[in-house]
């Protein structure tokens, strides 16, 4: 199916753990971005991605890791879990007249 | 540094009756404007979108909004407001394509609509 989809939808991992969310669309769009949705705060810009192998921080990266080795993918790991990173994490691409479009998200809990 | 103000937190209208939710941003140039809807649960999608030419935009479900550089707003309107328009609604800058800004969006902290009967 063509679009963009996040996998896992839900995930609840402990403090200190490795979590990776996985991010794939089917457009070829050369940018996808990450963003972090918390009441109150709307959605902030983690990682962005111009095309593979590039890769710069958003607005809230620390804590963070991203890849891009295919323009498909956009992987982001957490390296060791948080509370405050407790959160639903949107992934979106974009296309070449800036509308971005989003994943249906993950909503990741932090024990 | 660009960014977005929506001064309602949450907004209660009757069904049939008519909405406007307030957008202000502050951008160096000419801006490229966007409102999402997004239903409980769900990702956001996008209702219109502003890059240049007529300040009056159309968009899905019956809204529009209208640009005015001069106010720096991008209020989105409905003449009359169903049910099923209950959501949180956000609005968002960015820069277009090309240079370095990478199309980054801004968003506002959101405006959650309820609709009663």
């Known amino acids: 199916d063509a679009g963009i989809t996040q996998s896992p939808r839900y995930k609840i991992t402990e403090t200190g753990r490795q979590v990776t969310l996985m991010c794939h669309q089917t457009?070829?769009?050369?940018?996808m971005f990450w963003y972090r949705q918390d009441l109150g705060h709307g959605l902030r810009l983690i990682y962005y991605?111009?095309?593979?192998?590039?890769?710069d921080k958003g607005e809230v990266p620390d804590g963070y890791v991203v890849s891009r080795s295919k323009t498909e993918n956009f992987p982001l790991t957490l390296e060791s879990a948080t509370r405050s990173q407790t959160s639903v994490y949107f992934c979106?691409?974009?296309?070449?007249?800036?509308?971005?479009?989003f994943g249906p998200g993950t909503r990741l809990t932090v024990l | 540094a660009q960014s977005v103000t929506q001064p309602d937190i949450h907004i209660t209208v009757s069904e049939g009756a008519s909405l406007e939710l307030r957008c202000n941003y502050s951008?160096?140039?000419?801006?490229?404007l966007f409102w999402y809807v997004q239903s409980p649960g769900q990702g956001l999608q996008l209702l219109l979108k502003?890059?240049?030419?007529?300040?009056l935009v159309q968009g899905i479900k019956g809204f529009e909004a209208e640009f005015k550089r001069s106010q720096s707003s991008f209020n989105l309107r409905k003449p009359s407001v169903h049910w099923s328009d209950a959501a949180e609604y956000f609005c968002?800058?960015?820069?277009?394509?090309?240079?370095?800004?990478?199309?980054?969006?801004?968003f506002g902290q959101g405006t959650i609509l309820t609709v009663h009967p």
């Open positions: 991605s111009a095309a593979a192998d590039i890769t």
């Open positions: 457009w070829s769009h050369s940018y």
């Open positions: 979106a691409s974009r296309d070449q007249t800036s509308e971005q479009f």
């Open positions: 968002a800058v960015g820069a277009g394509a090309g240079g370095t800004s990478y199309g980054k969006l801004t």
């Open positions: 951008y160096g140039a000419t801006p490229y």
């Open positions: 502003y890059f240049s030419g007529d300040t």
